[in-house]
């Protein structure tokens, strides 16, 4: 059983200990060297999860090459190398076209920043698939920071190890490593979450307003940033009303919570900056919404009264125990961490309301991050509430 110990971010505790290393050896080691060696426990942590995990669902797929064969989802262009073929199913050749030929008017329901991206390195990479590839194991290694980091903050050093490592070992963690969109969206959202809390605003604000232009749930994270400022100005967000009189305080010390408001209003910018491309590439601001229903997604009161199929398999039994499982994470992660309460539950909401029930929730839970936040702190059996 573990003990109740102090498990606070070792940074902070060498700094209460040593607040300032002598000057025989500030004067010895680099700069940049004295500055980060603090943080190379936590950088061997983070690095030690992503290895072995992709290394394990690398070994998972290779082996499924070699012995069953990957012959579902869409034909494999020629110029894909076979090796990532594993990684390079459905969504992931929508990406790789836009990101080749641009924007034709059904793949406007994905969003712009990841191909961009894929797009730019596949320019000094010379291969599209393999640029996206790179690109998703890169900001997968940054969500695990960016998780690692969120995590400690709120309940120490023990729970971060395993909110990472939950994370990275995720039942869907496969798609981290594809060319899909999972990994830079997850490292935007807990980058968001992480300098919120921090009160840093500008690096929030432009965090969530990257998020925005990746996945139509990141405009969400809007309310994480304001519901931040109110909080960090000293508003509850315990009681079950905001009290009159602290909210009164907070208008008479409006400095204190203003610049969490205005980049909060920042985080829509996303959105609207591809809103205005699809007016101007297609004369239709929402064509993102069009072609969306186009593929079957809509969203629709009565789509949450028929969420499991009349006919169950293999997979959609997955995706239904999985949505079951994550039902109480949402309801405590909502709790634990109130100023994402909003983001957490309409993250989990929106893809059941879709029109395709349960289908693809084992992939959607992925975008999680105060669940996993929560999955963490229960592991380390050193929980709070934040």
Same mark, same amino acid.
């Given at each position: 059983?573990?003990?109740?110990?102090? =498990?606070?971010?070792?940074?902070?505790?060498?700094?209460?200990?040593?607040?300032?290393?002598?000057?025989?050896?500030?004067?010895?080691?680099?700069?940049?060297?004295?500055?980060?060696?603090?943080?190379?426990?936590?950088?061997?942590?983070?690095?030690?999860?992503?290895? &072995?995990?992709?290394?394990?669902?690398?070994?998972?797929?290779?082996?499924?090459?070699?012995?069953?064969?990957?012959?579902?989802?869409?034909?494999?262009?020629?110029?894909?190398?076979?090796?990532?073929?594993?990684?390079?199913?459905?969504?992931? +050749?929508?990406?790789?076209?836009?990101?080749?030929?641009?924007?034709?008017?059904?793949?406007?329901?994905?969003?712009?920043?990841?191909?961009?991206? @894929?797009?730019?390195?596949?320019?000094?990479?010379?291969?599209?698939?393999?640029?996206? =590839? @790179?690109?998703?194991?890169?900001?997968?290694?940054? /969500?695990?920071?960016? @998780?690692?980091?969120?995590?400690?903050?709120?309940?120490?050093? /023990? $729970?971060?190890?395993?909110?990472?490592?939950?994370?990275?070992?995720?039942? $869907?963690? &496969?798609?981290?490593?594809?060319?899909?969109?999972?990994?830079?969206?997850?490292?935007?959202?807990?980058?968001?979450?992480?300098?919120?809390?921090?009160?840093?605003?500008?690096?929030?604000?432009?965090?969530?307003?990257?998020?925005? /232009?990746?996945?139509?749930?990141?405009?969400?994270?809007?309310?994480?940033?304001?519901?931040?400022?109110?909080?960090? *100005?000293?508003?509850?967000?315990?009681?079950?009303?905001?009290?009159?009189?602290?909210?009164?305080? +907070?208008?008479?010390?409006? *400095?204190?919570?203003?610049? *969490?408001?205005?980049?909060?209003?920042?985080?829509?910018?996303?959105?609207?900056?591809?809103?205005?491309?699809?007016?101007?590439?297609? *004369?239709?601001? &929402?064509?993102?919404?069009?072609?969306?229903?186009?593929?079957?997604?809509? =969203?629709?009161?009565?789509?949450?009264?028929?969420?499991?199929?009349?006919?169950?398999?293999?997979?959609?039994?997955?995706?239904?125990?999985?949505? =079951?499982?994550?039902?109480?994470?949402?309801?405590?992660? /909502?709790?634990?961490?109130?100023?994402?309460?909003?983001?957490?539950?309409?993250?989990?909401?929106?893809?059941?309301?879709?029109?395709?029930? &349960?289908?693809?929730?084992?992939?959607?839970?992925?975008?999680?991050?105060?669940?996993?936040?929560?999955?963490?702190?229960?592991?380390?059996?050193?929980?709070?509430?934040?």
């Amino acid at each position: 059983m573990l003990h109740h110990q102090d =498990v606070r971010p070792a940074v902070c505790q060498e700094a209460r200990r040593n607040p300032r290393a002598p000057d025989s050896v500030t004067r010895s080691l680099p700069s940049w060297v004295d500055r980060y060696s603090p943080h190379i426990p936590a950088i061997t942590i983070v690095l030690t999860t992503f290895i &072995v995990t992709r290394l394990a669902i690398f070994g998972v797929i290779a082996s499924s090459l070699v012995t069953v064969g990957m012959d579902r989802g869409l034909p494999m262009p020629r110029d894909a190398p076979p090796l990532l073929a594993g990684l390079l199913r459905w969504d992931s +050749q929508h990406y790789a076209y836009i990101a080749a030929h641009g924007y034709d008017r059904i793949r406007t329901a994905f969003f712009p920043l990841y191909p961009f991206l @894929v797009k730019g390195l596949s320019l000094v990479i010379g291969n599209v698939f393999v640029a996206g =590839v @790179v690109l998703s194991n890169v900001a997968l290694l940054v /969500a695990l920071g960016y @998780v690692y980091a969120l995590t400690c903050t709120i309940h120490g050093e /023990a $729970a971060a190890c395993r909110a990472a490592l939950y994370l990275a070992g995720a039942p $869907a963690a &496969v798609f981290f490593s594809a060319m899909y969109t999972e990994s830079l969206f997850v490292a935007l959202g807990a980058a968001t979450l992480y300098h919120a809390r921090q009160g840093h605003w500008a690096r929030a604000a432009c965090a969530g307003a990257l998020a925005a /232009a990746t996945r139509n749930t990141g405009v969400i994270l809007a309310t994480v940033i304001a519901l931040e400022a109110l909080r960090q *100005g000293g508003v509850s967000l315990r009681q079950q009303r905001p009290c009159w009189a602290s909210l009164q305080a +907070q208008w008479r010390r409006r *400095g204190v919570v203003w610049p *969490g408001f205005a980049a909060a209003a920042v985080v829509p910018g996303g959105l609207v900056a591809y809103m205005l491309y699809l007016r101007l590439a297609f *004369g239709d601001p &929402v064509a993102f919404v069009h072609a969306e229903a186009g593929w079957g997604k809509h =969203v629709a009161l009565s789509n949450w009264l028929r969420l499991v199929p009349s006919q169950l398999n293999i997979p959609v039994t997955i995706d239904l125990l999985v949505t =079951v499982a994550f039902i109480p994470l949402v309801i405590g992660a /909502a709790y634990q961490m109130r100023t994402a309460a909003v983001f957490v539950v309409f993250t989990f909401a929106l893809p059941l309301g879709s029109g395709l029930g &349960v289908e693809g929730m084992t992939r959607y839970t992925l975008m999680l991050v105060p669940c996993f936040v929560l999955l963490g702190s229960w592991g380390s059996a050193n929980g709070s509430i934040a």
